[in-house]
């Protein structure tokens, strides 16, 4: 089997029931309780209409920029609930997916798309909720020569996503949770989330303590503190 131009099985792959639970918590919390180090860049936006949540277990692609066969091959193999993840190198000189190939994912029930590269057909996928995250839109249609892989690791701006590692986006972004710490990551967002809605009570009866900030700037010696 050639390495760059292969098709391999997907070992592992996050349990749908904490698929579901991530699917309740905001990203941002997700990304504060793991040190907020990790993230699929700025460039990664939502491409659909406002509000969708992208969860699901990582089906990854890499491809030469422009070209988009196996992601073809991506959308045969995928099941109901998987997320296909694209690394195309950031590249946005052609478009590697568009309204076609949207519409072969809605009809195979999966969860969403991301793709390091360029959009086409915005105007449809903006007009629906199926969730597609890309670096940008061009009218410049892809190629379908490969070579490509499946089901290997890929790294979106330094994000490292396994095969069947949990991937989440909502409108703030990208982000990706490995299988082997999503269950405590999940109990820390969580704790982070319901003490957020707290502190949100809190503001909206007038009983919000902001008393940190003022401790905070003497013990980093501000000066001119009333």
């Known amino acids: 089997?050639?390495?760059?131009?292969?098709?391999?099985?997907?070992?592992?792959?996050?349990?749908?029931?904490?698929?579901?639970?991530?699917?309740?918590?905001?990203?941002?919390?997700?990304?504060?309780?793991?040190?907020?180090?990790?993230?699929?860049?700025?460039?990664?936006?939502?491409?659909?209409?406002?509000?969708?949540?992208?969860?699901?277990?990582?089906l990854t692609v890499r491809t030469r920029p422009g070209d988009n066969l196996m992601i073809h091959k991506a959308i045969a193999l995928a099941r109901p609930g998987d997320v296909i993840v694209v690394d195309a190198g950031g590249d946005l000189t052609n478009a590697l997916i568009g309204e076609l190939m949207l519409a072969q994912m809605v009809r195979r029930r999966l969860a969403g798309i991301v793709v390091n590269g360029a959009i086409r057909d915005s105007a449809a996928i903006r007009a629906q909720d199926f969730p597609v995250f890309a670096a940008g839109v061009t009218h410049r249609g892809p190629y379908k020569d490969g070579p490509g892989e499946i089901n290997v690791p890929v790294a979106l701006d330094g994000m490292v996503i396994a095969p069947g590692d949990l991937v989440l986006g909502d409108d703030d972004g990208l982000l990706a949770v490995p299988l082997e710490e999503a269950e405590a990551i999940h109990a820390a967002a969580s704790a982070k989330h319901a003490a957020e809605e707290r502190q949100m009570a809190n503001i909206a009866a007038g009983t919000h303590d902001a008393s940190w900030v003022d401790a905070s700037l003497r013990k980093l010696g501000c000066e001119g503190l009333d």
């Open 1 to 58: 089997m050639a390495a760059g131009f292969r098709i391999l099985p997907r070992p592992r792959q996050v349990d749908a029931a904490l698929v579901e639970r991530f699917r309740a918590l905001p990203v941002a919390n997700v990304s504060d309780v793991m040190s907020r180090l990790t993230a699929g860049g700025a460039r990664l936006r939502p491409m659909h209409a406002p509000g969708a949540v992208l969860a699901g277990p990582a």
